[in-house]
């Protein structure tokens, strides 16, 4: 086989690395996170984006018992909403 037909692992993360670089591939992160940010929003949450480098993004979910909605508290069941919010989010 010849060297050009064959790709190491560390081929392929240096191929992702620059393609995280693109502006195009940039900005379909940033509407990715942005559209999940909208689902997650509401519903007494707060959310807020922030981009930490190409094709970084966080997306923080802030709000009173967003952790025990989650996950469930001592006498409450939990009622999951990260989840949805992301299937949601990533139809188109």
Same mark, same amino acid.
């Not at 967003?66 to 949601?88: D, K």
């Given at each position: 086989?010849?060297?050009?037909? *064959?790709?190491?692992?560390?081929?392929?993360?240096?191929?992702?690395?620059?393609?995280?670089?693109?502006?195009?591939?940039?900005?379909?992160?940033?509407?990715?996170?942005?559209?999940?940010?909208?689902?997650?929003?509401?519903?007494?949450?707060?959310?807020?984006?922030?981009?930490?480098?190409?094709?970084?993004?966080?997306?923080?979910?802030?709000?009173?018992?967003?952790?025990?909605?989650?996950?469930?508290?001592?006498?409450?069941?939990?009622?999951?909403?990260?989840?949805?919010?992301? *299937?949601?989010?990533?139809?188109?």
């Amino acid at each position: 086989m010849s060297r050009a037909l *064959q790709l190491t692992g560390a081929d392929l993360v240096r191929a992702i690395g620059n393609a995280a670089a693109l502006p195009a591939v940039d900005a379909a992160v940033a509407k990715r996170a942005a559209a999940v940010a909208a689902e997650l929003a509401g519903a007494g949450t707060e959310t807020e984006v922030l981009k930490r480098s190409d094709s970084d993004y966080i997306v923080t979910v802030t709000g009173a018992d967003v952790f025990a909605r989650e996950f469930g508290a001592v006498g409450t069941p939990a009622a999951p909403f990260v989840a949805a919010s992301l *299937q949601r989010a990533g139809k188109p």
